[in-house]
């Protein structure tokens, strides 16, 4: 059983920084999927960015490319999700989730992760 933790939300205004953290566990494989996903109120949960920790590829979502970036620390079992340029839209829960032994298809498809963290809360101002 894989847990996750996310930490590193807050609140931003529009333009500024956060960086999100998930640690994990453990890493029960060699290689999996880590992603990141948020949901705002009254809306569905949506991809934002994947990585595929056996060889580092990476996925974004159109609403964040250029703007985010996540990385990987595999002595650590932890993924990071830097967020720059953040904008009110930003606003979200966000989620760390592992597909534990899996490649990351694409990365942005809930089905592909077996696990997921509590969430954390970002909330960009204008």
């Known amino acids: 059983q894989v847990q996750l933790v996310e930490s590193g939300g807050g609140s931003v205004q529009a333009g500024g920084s956060l960086r999100l953290s998930c640690a994990a566990s453990?890493?029960?494989?060699?290689?999996?999927?880590m992603g990141w996903f948020r949901q705002a109120p009254g809306k569905e949960r949506e991809g934002v960015a994947a990585i595929y920790t056996g060889g580092g590829t990476t996925y974004y979502a159109d609403s964040v490319k250029g703007r985010f970036t996540i990385s990987q620390d595999n002595a650590k079992n932890t993924v990071y999700l830097q967020m720059d340029s953040l904008k009110p839209e930003d606003t979200a829960k966000y989620y760390c989730a592992a597909g534990a032994g899996r490649y990351c298809s694409g990365g942005l498809r809930t089905a592909v992760y077996n696990y997921w963290g509590q969430g954390t809360q970002v909330t960009v101002s204008s």
């Open positions: 453990e890493y029960t494989y060699s290689s999996n999927c």
